[in-house]
T-cell receptor
């Protein structure tokens, strides 16, 4: 059974700081890994998707890396802003007998303070 | 592109009533839609996979008679919570996969269900 863990569970940083969010998964047989952002009471916003054959993806101030063999991914946020405050979720997609399934991590709640 | 909507965004109902939540893919066709449930400050848990024109596949521990799923067209899936109870109160999110478009799922904005 795939388990996805995110560390830390919560993080509070001053504005402007660079930060790293961590995601680990137990089964390396994944198709892709995706990072999402979720604002309170809202749905998911996809940030970055890394295919299993890729090592990293970048979008603006965000950079996500993937080390499939060790079961790890990191989301790097440069020059953090108060608007980055949200919960960040990673999810891995795997093929199962019952079809393709996304397994979500436990989330990191980020607060960027002025 | 690849926009998914949910209706309603919020619903409050009395215990014992049934509630229907709609998930629509607005600008694409989706053979497969997924229903997730999220408890406060918890992650998303897959409830079921909905395939157009066939029966849904439910995850272990999810009661199929409690959570009825219908996927009658390539742009609409519905989740009906039957005889809702306070413990069914949760945030329900659907996602859809583009027809012949690969494995990426696009997520709806979620529906907050509160059962009194």
């Amino acid at each position: 059974k795939q388990e996805v863990t995110q560390i830390p569970a919560a993080l509070s940083v001053p504005e402007g700081e660079n930060l790293v969010l961590n995601c680990s998964f137990t089964d390396s047989a994944i198709y892709n890994l995706q990072w999402f952002r979720q604002d309170p009471g809202k749905g998911l916003t996809s940030l970055l998707l890394i295919q299993s054959s890729q090592r990293e993806q970048t979008s603006g101030r965000l950079n996500a890396s993937l080390d499939k063999s060790s079961g790890r991914s990191t989301l790097y946020i440069a020059a953090s802003q108060p608007g980055d405050s949200a919960t960040y979720l990673c999810a891995v997609l795997r093929f199962t007998g019952g079809g393709n399934k996304l397994t979500f991590g436990t989330g990191t709640q980020l607060k960027v303070e002025l | 592109g690849a926009v998914v909507s949910q209706h309603p965004s919020r619903v409050i109902c009395k215990s014992g009533t049934s509630v229907k939540i709609e998930c629509r893919s607005l600008d694409f066709q989706a053979t497969t839609m997924f229903w997730y449930r999220q408890f406060p400050k918890k992650s998303l848990m897959l409830m079921a996979t909905s395939n157009e024109g066939s029966k849904a596949t439910y995850e272990q521990g999810v009661e199929k008679d409690k959570f009825l799923i219908n996927h009658a067209s390539l742009t609409l899936s519905t989740l009906t919570v039957t005889s809702a109870h306070p413990e069914d109160s949760s945030f329900y999110i659907c996602s859809a996969r583009v027809l012949a478009g690969g494995a990426e799922q696009f997520f709806g904005p979620g529906t907050r269900l509160t059962v009194l």
